[in-house]
């Protein structure tokens, strides 16, 4: 089971979103040996001796089917691709985006996992997956996409009892706000990306099972492990 970046082979999904794009060179810069960087759409992306881009929706199995068969030296996949329509559960038209979150936030990572795992366990390797501090408790005004985390961290958890004693870790990061395209919509403090990769990648190397990031992720744990009906009415009144 790795700990350390350095030699690690890492393949990253959606790896044209912010987060993804400061992780990268961070995780370049901690020494991996190499990076598949994939996106659903690769012609932004730059590629190098170290980053090579690949062609994955995680919404298909084609692509992940694929993407494994192409990349068999992975050694930490890490479960980014991510979407948030940042609509309350009455407020949205139908339940076409509550759908979409389940299919790219939940039904993703599972996608993905599922189709890398004969490599990650052959390898000894490890899953990190990107949650938010909303998969412990749901923001109303974003409802549907903090129900979608939720289903991811049961989905962690569950990974990790399949695949620990294949010699496989399965860790989880649950930041707080990041200035991302995801956010632009929110007026409220925000996390450098930046940051935020420092952070993760600190707590991955740590050996931490779940990886909180930043300040406002910190002090809603805190919150939970306390009063948790009194952060779910905090969240609540918006
Ligand atoms: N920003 C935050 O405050 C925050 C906080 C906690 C957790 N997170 C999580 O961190 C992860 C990265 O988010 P971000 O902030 O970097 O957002 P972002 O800049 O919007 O990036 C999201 C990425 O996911 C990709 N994606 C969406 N649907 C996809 C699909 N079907 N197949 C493949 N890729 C797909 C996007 O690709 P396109 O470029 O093709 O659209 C984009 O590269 C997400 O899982 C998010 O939920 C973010």
Redesign the pocket.
């Known amino acids: 089971m790795i700990e350390s970046i350095k030699g690690s082979v890492v393949f990253i999904?959606?790896?044209?979103?912010?987060?993804?794009q400061a992780l990268i060179p961070a995780l370049a810069a901690r020494g991996a040996a190499k990076i598949y960087a994939a996106?659903?759409?690769i012609s932004s992306l730059a590629g190098s001796p170290t980053v090579m881009p690949v062609k994955?929706?995680?919404?298909s199995d084609d692509d992940a089917a694929k993407a494994a068969a192409l990349a068999t030296d992975v050694t930490l996949l890490i479960n980014?691709?991510?979407?948030?329509h940042n609509t309350g559960f009455m407020l949205a038209a139908d339940v076409a985006m509550a759908r979409e979150e389940i299919e790219?936030?939940y039904i993703?990572p599972l996608r993905v996992t599922r189709a890398f795992a004969p490599v990650l366990i052959r390898n000894k390797g490890a899953v990190l997956n990107?949650?938010?501090i909303l998969a412990r408790v749901n923001l109303p005004f974003m409802g549907s996409y903090c129900a979608s985390?939720a289903a991811a961290l049961s989905l962690t958890q569950g990974l990790r009892a399949d695949l620990a004693p294949k010699g496989v870790r399965v860790a989880a990061a649950f930041?707080?706000?990041?200035d991302?395209?995801?956010?632009a919509v929110l007026t409220i403090p925000?996390m450098t990306?930046a940051d935020a990769a420092t952070e993760i990648l600190d707590g991955f190397e740590a050996g931490e099972e779940d990886i909180y990031v930043g300040d406002m992720a910190r002090g809603l744990a805190e919150g939970l492990k306390h009063d948790p009906k009194g952060i779910e009415r905090q969240l609540a009144s918006g």
């Open positions: 999904t959606g790896a044209s979103g912010g987060i993804a996106a659903r759409d994955l929706d995680v919404t980014n691709a991510g979407v948030n790219i936030n993703g990107l949650l938010t985390k930041p707080g706000a990041i991302t395209r995801m956010t925000k990306p």
